[in-house]
């Protein structure tokens, strides 16, 4: 699961949060991980200057558990 949580002065936190405990983090995103576009002309790039051209989330991000949850 993909936790983003919000603070002052606009910073933000997003994390990829272990879908049984909903604690354990198991791994800090960026934007570019999570970012997914429609279909259309405009393109998007990430901070390497590689195109984006994701239309859905990976699995490895939507459902994901952490070592003890694994078990």
Request: net charge positive; aromatic share 2%; with cysteine.
């Amino acid at each position: 699961m993909i936790r983003i949580k919000f603070g002052a002065g606009g910073s933000q936190e997003i994390k990829k949060v272990c879908n049984v405990c909903k604690k354990a983090v198991i791994q800090d995103l960026q934007v570019e991980d999570i970012l997914v576009k429609k279909p259309s002309d405009m393109k998007v790039f990430d901070k390497d200057g590689n195109e984006i051209t994701r239309t859905s989330l990976p699995n490895s991000l939507k459902v994901c558990q952490c070592e003890e949850c694994n078990d």
